[in-house]
T-cell receptor
Framework: GAGVSQSPSNKVTEKGKDVELRCDPISGHTALYWYRQSLGQGLEFLIYFQGNSAPDKSGLPSDRFSAERTGGSVSTLTIQRTQQEDSAVYLC??????????????FGPGTRLTVT | QKEVEQNSGPLSVPEGAIASLNCTYSDRGSQSFFWYRQYSGKSPELIMFIYSNGDKEDGRFTAQLNKASQYVSLLIRDSQPSDSATYLCAVGGSQGNLIFGKGTKLSVKP
């Protein structure tokens, strides 16, 4: 079946502009995660949604970052007043909530964000 | 702060050899462990997961977990040039997220 999809695949924006990144999880997966990966760095956890529950925002690096998930499916990550240090690949993952598969996360292709 | 440590490499092995990738983690209470493969410019791809002490085999891949020593390893038998990639070790975190190591770059030479 279809995997996790993300859009856009690439985004170039000017410092200070707002950007929205979209993620569509695997059908039937109720858990959705956002990570980011900076050049040469590991994956940094940003936020986690489980179904329609309030998200765990503990990984968001600043209050310029926010995310929402509509109808328990598609998610949007918004970065306001972008800064050059926000340049990274933003990765979305989803997983099932079956106990043995809870952490088995499947990643989308990512959005490469470049802030100039 | 929970941490996952990996040797950054590069690890170079000849084609047909066994590649051994290692990972240590700091949280003794961790219960779930994962290996992802990431080709350059691509997103991570889940290749193995292991929850219990011992070995788990899937094709040419074997994951090994030793909770007492807090390490997890990945063995790749009969390594192929197409296995050349960065291998990420990840541990399940308390928030449902994964905590990743920075990865080991593997190069398989023909």
């Amino acid at each position: 079946g279809a995997g996790v999809s993300q859009s856009p695949s690439n985004k170039v924006t000017e410092k200070g502009k707002d950007v929205e990144l979209r993620c569509d999880p695997i059908s039937g997966h109720t858990a959705l995660y956002w990570y980011r990966q900076s050049l040469g760095q590991g994956l940094e956890f940003l936020i986690y949604f489980q179904g329609n529950s309030a998200p765990d925002k503990s990984g968001l690096p600043s209050d310029r970052f926010s995310a929402e998930r509509t109808g328990g499916s598609v998610s949007t990550l918004t970065i306001q007043r972008t800064q050059q240090e926000d340049s990274a690949v933003y990765l979305c993952a989803s997983s099932s909530t079956r106990l043995t598969a809870f952490y088995e996360q499947y990643f989308g292709p990512g959005t490469r964000l470049t802030v100039t | 702060q929970k941490e996952v440590e990996q040797n950054s490499g590069p690890l170079s092995v000849p084609e047909g050899a066994i590649a051994s990738l290692n990972c240590t983690y700091s949280d003794r209470g961790s219960q779930s462990f994962f290996w992802y493969r990431q080709y350059s410019g691509k997103s991570p791809e889940l290749i193995m997961f292991i929850y219990s002490n011992g070995d788990k085999e899937d094709g040419r891949f074997t994951a090994q977990l030793n909770k007492a020593s807090q390490y997890v390893s990945l063995l790749i038998r009969d390594s192929q040039p197409s296995d050349s990639a960065t291998y990420l070790c990840a541990v399940g975190g308390s928030q449902g997220n994964l905590i990743f190591g920075k990865g080991t770059k593997l190069s398989v030479k023909p």
